[in-house]
């Protein structure tokens, strides 16, 4: 059944929108995926804040218009399922890659992130890019450990005084 007019304006629109506030998005190949599985991965995608969506490629292409994806409209062939991270740089990524490696019917094509366009073989780097909490923690590891070793430093100095106290005095009193 054909979209009307409006309905693709509508699925433009929306595509759009998405695109618009996403961070990343990665586009794969569905073909052979069975319903119950495309279910399974729409769940997973849900769960890390990914949005999924499959739109024919020319509509996609005009949704893409004016956004960091506009790079990905000359590459896009055959069926895709469009995969946005909205929460942070790697959600997408790490959806679709953990997901097809157990379905190897899920290909990656195509993986754009900050209007840079990336082959499947960057899948699996942006993938393991840390996600925001996980960065911050990094951030305040390295921040801390400076000041935290300047304070074991300058704790050591009087305890190392205080030791040679103590084996001043042990000796003392031995002899």
């Known amino acids: 059944?054909?979209?009307?007019?409006?309905?693709?304006?509508?699925?433009?629109?929306?595509?759009?929108?998405?695109a618009a506030n996403a961070y990343s998005a990665?586009?794969?190949?569905?073909?052979?995926?069975?319903v119950g599985q495309l279910t399974e991965l729409r769940v997973q995608a849900r769960e890390?804040?990914?949005?999924?969506?499959?739109?024919?490629?020319?509509?996609?292409?005009?949704?893409?218009?004016?956004?960091?994806?506009?790079?990905m409209s000359d590459k896009?062939?055959?069926?895709l399922l469009l995969a946005f991270s909205t929460?942070?740089?790697?959600?997408?990524?790490?959806?679709?890659?953990?997901?097809?490696?157990?379905?190897?019917?899920l290909e990656p094509k195509l993986v754009s992130v900050g209007g840079e366009l990336f082959g499947p073989e960057e899948l699996e780097r942006v993938a393991k890019l840390p996600t925001r909490?996980?960065?911050?923690?990094?951030?305040?590891a390295t921040m801390k450990a400076p000041v935290t070793k300047l304070a074991r430093t300058m704790k050591e100095?009087?305890?190392?005084?205080?030791?040679?106290?103590?084996?001043v005095k042990d000796a003392k009193e031995a002899a």
């Open 157 to 167: 100095v009087p305890g190392k005084f205080v030791r040679t106290v103590a084996a």
């Open 87 to 105: 929460e942070d740089l790697g959600s997408a990524a790490r959806v679709i890659y953990e997901f097809s490696k157990e379905h190897k019917a």
């Open 1 to 18: 059944m054909a979209l009307t007019l409006e309905q693709k304006q509508k699925v433009v629109a929306e595509v759009s929108e998405v």
């Open 76 to 79: 896009m062939v055959g069926p």
């Open 48 to 71: 890390k804040g990914v949005v999924l969506k499959v739109v024919k490629n020319t509509l996609a292409k005009r949704a893409f218009e004016g956004t960091n994806f506009e790079c």
């Open 133 to 140: 909490d996980e960065a911050l923690s990094i951030l305040m």
């Open 26 to 34: 990665v586009a794969a190949d569905y073909h052979g995926l069975e």
